[in-house]
């Protein structure tokens, strides 16, 4: 009986003698305020640092940080160090498992960089309840930013995790083939269409749309692997990043007449 005794109160000591240990269910979505709709707040930011006219700028490009995040914050510290860049775009698998906690330590992470960042969904962010607590804590998942007479727009192309059939193209097209002659045009989305995600012919439909747009560069990441090149036998160069492992940052410089593309390691 003692013996007994004595195995329930370790019990109880590890189930209530320790803060938080039990604290929220996968697919729990807080109600916390704290950095919600952080995109737009970037959002106005960087609205306040554009004009009406072009003016060259930088985008510092990371993605797929995961669970990295000792990584992660030594990468979001260098980035703290190039003064010349404008705004940060992370691309997406901010999650390993779209569960709340983890959403809450990106944002512990980011809450020390001293640029605008917006941050894309991702595949993994997607499981569990995590769609829900990317739009609270994010805003929406398709949305579009005009910079320097430039139009970057930002797109939710998730099918798997999303159980939905095909992106939202209709979405992408109407905000690509506006009546304003733009600059430039991006495109910022978490996976690029020749993933296996993507059929056959929404990939083709995807660059068809970033060709007839003439879109300066699609964005990517989720591969865990640098490449910059084009695909289909097209103009439009596809620009893809990789992990926060990978220890290194991708700056995109947009100039008038061309982009330039940088890695640089820390």
């Known amino acids: 009986m003692l013996r007994k005794t004595i195995c329930f109160g370790i019990l109880v000591l590890t189930l209530f003698g320790c803060d938080n240990l039990i604290e929220y269910s996968s697919y729990e ?16 930011t960087i609205a306040q640092q554009s004009g009406e006219r072009f003016k060259p700028f930088k985008i510092a490009l990371i993605g797929d940080s995961h669970t990295y995040y000792d990584d992660f914050t030594d990468q979001i510290n260098a980035i703290n160090k190039l003064d010349s860049v404008d705004l940060v775009v992370h691309l997406g698998d901010i999650t390993l498992s779209g569960i709340y906690r983890e959403f809450v330590w990106y944002g512990e992470i980011i809450d020390k960089i001293n640029k605008p960042i917006i941050t894309i969904i991702g595949n993994h962010d997607c499981l569990a309840n995590g769609e829900s607590m990317y739009q609270q804590m ?17 797109f939710n192309d998730i099918i798997w995790e999303r159980n ?35 059929s056959i012919g929404n990939g083709m439909l995807y660059n068809y749309l970033m060709e007839n747009n003439q879109v300066s560069a699609s964005v990517h990441g989720h591969t865990h ?22 220890r290194e940052i991708v700056v995109l410089e947009v100039q008038q007449d061309t982009i330039l593309v940088d890695r640089k390691s820390f």
Do not use: M
């Open 29 to 44: 979505v807080s109600k916390d305020e704290t950095g919600k709709h952080r995109n737009l707040k970037a959002i106005n």
């Open 138 to 154: 994010f805003g929406p998942s398709n949305f579009v930013l005009e910079y320097s007479d430039c139009q970057l727009v930002f």
């Open 164 to 198: 939905v059939k095909d992106p939202d193209f209709e979405w992408l097209e109407a905000s690509l083939s506006n009546k304003k002659a733009y600059t430039h045009q991006f495109v910022f989305a978490h996976i690029p269409p020749w993933d296996e995600q993507f």
């Open 225 to 246: 692997r640098f490449s910059y090149s084009k695909h289909y036998d097209g103009n439009v160069p596809y620009l893809v990043t990789g992990d926060s492992e990978d």
